[in-house]
Every structure is written in C-alpha cells, then in structure tokens.
C-alpha cells in the first residue's frame, strides 16, 4: 500500500524499528519496538512466542504501528491493520530480505541468524489498512 510520500515509502522500506501498538484483554494499548520486514501492503515482524503481543493479536487482531518521528514533529507515518500469527511463514534466517536488513543487529546481539530465528520463532504477518504520512 503505497503512501503520499516518497519519503514515508523510503522510511517505510528502510527504517529498521517500527512501533506495534496491540490492545491487551482490559482494553489497554501496548507499544512494542519491533523489527520488520515490508512486502508491498504488509510487515512481516518475529516475536518471542510468549509475549503480551502474541497474546494480544490472538484476542484482537487489530493493530497500530507507527515510525519514529524526526524530533520536530515531522515525519511521521503511522500505519493500521490487522495482524495474524502465521504459522505457514518461513523461520526469519530461512528470508533472505530480513537476514539481509538485520544481519548487524543480530551480530550485535551476539546472534547468528539461525540463533535469532530460534528465540524469535513466531511469525507475525501484519495486513495494513490505512495509513497516514505527515
């Protein structure tokens, strides 16, 4: 799903951290840093399997992501959709795109791919449905 702006589209493509906000049973909204991957109108994102996230997607698959803004109240890209586990996806070492964008954050981490893809085994496929770019 392509935005207004080029620079959005760009942020969106290269940005290593996106903010996933989901909504935990008492109706809360929890923020959470993640790692991901763009293909056209979705984000593939790996999570620890026993997190809040993971819960709260299988309760309510409606989410909100957005991008760190530049500071100044610019640059902003927010994002909502709906999120599934997806079961079917590959491991995160098994896409070359994600090894690719997150090589250097795993080695910093002391992880190989394959070590990253052992702790970060549930795959989150996100749906966008809207989004905004100011």
Do not use: C
């Not at 791919?113 to 989004?131: C, H, L, M, N, Q």
């Amino acid at each position: 799903m392509p935005t207004d702006s080029p620079e959005a589209e760009r942020r969106l493509n290269d940005e290593p951290i996106i903010w996933l906000t989901t909504v935990r049973p008492n109706g809360q909204p929890q923020a959470s840093p993640v790692w991901f991957l763009r293909r056209d109108d979705e984000l593939l994102v790996y999570s620890l399997p026993h997190t809040a996230r993971v819960g709260n997607i299988e309760a309510n698959p409606r989410v909100a992501l957005n991008l760190d803004g530049n500071g100044l109240g610019g640059a902003i890209v927010t994002l909502e959709g709906r999120a599934r586990i997806d079961t079917s996806a590959p491991p995160a070492d098994k896409v070359p795109e994600y090894v690719a964008k997150y090589r250097d954050f795993m080695a910093r981490n002391g992880w190989t791919p394959e070590v990253f893809a052992s702790k970060y085994s549930t795959p989150i496929r996100i749906t966008i449905s809207r989004r905004r770019a100011w």
